[in-house]
């Protein structure tokens, strides 16, 4: 990593603006990851809140109140404003027989295990096929009652989509704008530097008293200009004493 970082052959300038680019690049990456992380983890919360919900109230409507037999149930629930899409409600009594569902095969996925493991613990969530599925252990007054719903979060998921692709954008427009930004600001940095080289190109043996410029004499740029000097100084003082 340290080699490949060094980049041999490369102007100083160009391993600055890369190396920084790197570095920004790593630290985009990160903010994308979480940013993306914790809006999925948002949008995942949200909606098993809003399959919970949905799960609950079919079996309240259907084993509370009596005037809610499972066929009139089922067409209210089609023609529901607040039905999820996709959206599959099943209801097992205490036998684990079907009680009720809103469509007409059931998922192979729900098995005896599946609903003895949410008697067990009273909610599981879990994905299938795309789809987010919960189960949950429901009280009614005179039993307890299994209810399993599975739908799609065609919304949630399109969302996501949009943030991906707005954090992938952001992501590459980060590394081009640090990329422009590096070189600039890595050249302008080292124009002092090419500034002493010029006046170094030009010293002849002959011109051993002119000295180079050293700038504001506090930065590193400036003790390079300044040991420069001493060097000349001592290389005039060592042909004066050869002269005498």
């Known amino acids: ?21 790197l570095l920004v690049a790593l630290i985009l990456l990160i903010f994308s990851s979480i940013v993306y992380l ?16 949905r799960a609950m109230t079919t079996a309240r409507l259907l084993v ?3 005037e809610f037999t499972p ?3 089922k067409i209210i629930d089609r023609n529901s404003s607040s039905r999820l899409p996709e959206e599959e409600i099943y209801v097992y009594n205490y ?19 599946l609903i003895d493991e949410i008697r067990l613990t009273q ?6 096929d795309g789809k987010e599925v919960v189960g ?36 590459l427009s980060g590394i081009l704008i640090t990329i422009v930004l590096g070189i600039f600001f890595a050249s302008q940095s080292l124009k002092p530097i090419q500034a002493i080289n010029n006046e170094i190109a030009h010293i002849q043996p002959q011109d051993l008293r002119k000295r180079v410029d050293e700038g504001n004499g506090q930065d590193e740029i400036a003790q ?21």
């Open 136 to 171: 949950l252990l429901f009280a009614g007054r005179f039993d307890r009652f299994v209810v399993i719903a599975l739908a799609a979060d065609v919304v949630g998921d399109a969302q996501m989509k949009n943030l991906s692709q707005t954090l992938l954008f952001g992501f």
């Open 1 to 21: 990593m340290k080699r490949f970082l060094t980049f041999p052959g490369m102007q100083i300038r160009y391993k600055i603006a890369v190396q920084f680019t």
């Open 64 to 66: 509370d109140v009596k």
């Open 95 to 113: 036998k684990n027989e079907l009680l009720y569902s809103n469509v007409e095969e059931s998922r192979d996925f729900i098995t005896q295990s």
């Open 38 to 53: 914790l809006a999925e983890n948002q949008r995942s919360r949200n909606f098993y809140d809003r399959l919970a919900r």
């Open 71 to 73: 066929a009139l149930l």
């Open 224 to 244: 390079l200009a300044i040991n420069f000097n001493q060097m000349l100084a001592r290389l005039e003082l060592g042909f004066e004493q050869q002269k005498q």
């Open 123 to 128: 909610k599981v969530m879990f994905t299938n």
